[in-house]
């Protein structure tokens, strides 16, 4: 590692800290990482500008360095990486009210996110393939993954009901985040790595899932955020809270990563507990907003 980046940055650190995904390092002042990523070419020329963008605003994101072959990414045994300048304080303390203020550092015109249904669906589909070879020593997942496709297939419903009903040019896109808990890097909303552009209700949907199953969530801070959001996004929160992203994105670390099984039991441990905040959450909104039920849970 140390190498390479003296090769293709022409950077000498004294001591480099290896990591799951490549490794860090301290050099004049700066904190760098050097790391793997799974984005494409476009997408790190894209966040490339996005990133200078906002440094030039003063807005002190992690920025690509370049490097000698006058690329912002270097490619290695068939995998990309790039190396990232830490331009703030590293911190994984957020609140909503961070990252809501996050979301709307940049917004953009056209609204394409790609919809909900056809991700989720894909998605859906490869763990069932997967699942169709698993193999015994996964009890835990064959156990549960029947009720978590049931949720997503709730969701991937609910989501394509507001398509056919909502005016979509009201849900705002913008600058957020992939992930909001401890596999990403530290110093996680300001990590170019960690960006995305989807739906400003995005962040909202992944804070309200992780600190909950961190045992550390607000509801207060859940109900003043809810107020700033139209029908639509509310909704589209709904949809994406439905969705168990947290329980496929652990089994894809269990069978890929060769993750301990047992610590879906985080988790499912809390499947009923979820269910409450589910219904709660559609409480609160329908205050508000007179939206569609969801049947099941209205026979809790």
């Known amino acids: 590692m140390k190498e390479t980046i003296n090769y293709y ?9 290896e990591i799951n995904n490549g490794c860090y390092f301290y050099f004049n002042d700066f904190k760098y990482y ?3 990523t799974s984005k494409s070419i476009e997408e790190i020329e894209f966040l490339v500008k996005v990133t ?3 440094y030039k605003r003063n807005i002190f994101v992690d920025t690509f360095i370049i490097n000698k072959n006058k690329t912002f990414y270097v490619a290695l045994n068939d995998k990309i990486y790039v190396l990232l300048r830490v331009n703030s304080l590293e911190n994984d303390k957020y609140s909503l009210k961070d990252l809501i203020y996050f979301n709307n550092l940049l917004i ?4 394409n996110v790609v919809p909900y249904d056809v991700l989720w669906g894909k998605k859906i589909d490869v763990f069932e393939s997967e699942m169709a070879d698993l193999n015994i020593d996964y009890p835990l997942i064959q156990e549960s993954f029947d009720y978590y496709v049931g949720l997503a297939e709730n969701a991937i419903s609910y989501y394509v009901d ?4 909502e005016n979509m040019n009201d849900a705002k896109v913008s600058l957020g985040h992939k992930r909001l808990n401890k596999y990403v890097l530290s110093g996680l909303i ?5 960006f995305t552009f989807d739906y400003e209700i995005r962040d909202t949907a992944l804070y309200i899932e992780t600190k909950f199953f961190d045992g ?11 107020k700033k959001f139209n029908r639509v996004n509310l909704r589209l929160l709904f949809s994406r809270l439905l969705y168990p992203v947290y329980y496929f994105d652990q089994v894809k670390l269990i069978l890929e990563e060769e993750v ?6 985080k988790f499912i441990s809390k499947s009923r507990d979820y269910e409450i905040l589910l219904f709660d959450v559609f409480n609160m909104i329908n205050k508000k907003y007179n939206i569609p039920k969801v049947e099941w849970l209205e026979n809790m």
């Open 52 to 54: 200078n963008s906002l």
């Open 9 to 17: 940055y022409n950077i000498y650190p004294s001591k480099i800290v």
């Open 108 to 111: 953009l015109k056209n609204n």
């Open 260 to 265: 301990d099984e047992k610590t879906l039991m």
């Open 34 to 36: 050097f790391v793997e």
């Open 190 to 194: 300001n990590n170019a790595i960690n």
């Open 162 to 165: 507001i398509k056919e009903t």
């Open 216 to 226: 550390t969530l607000d509801l207060e801070e859940v109900v003043e955020t809810l």
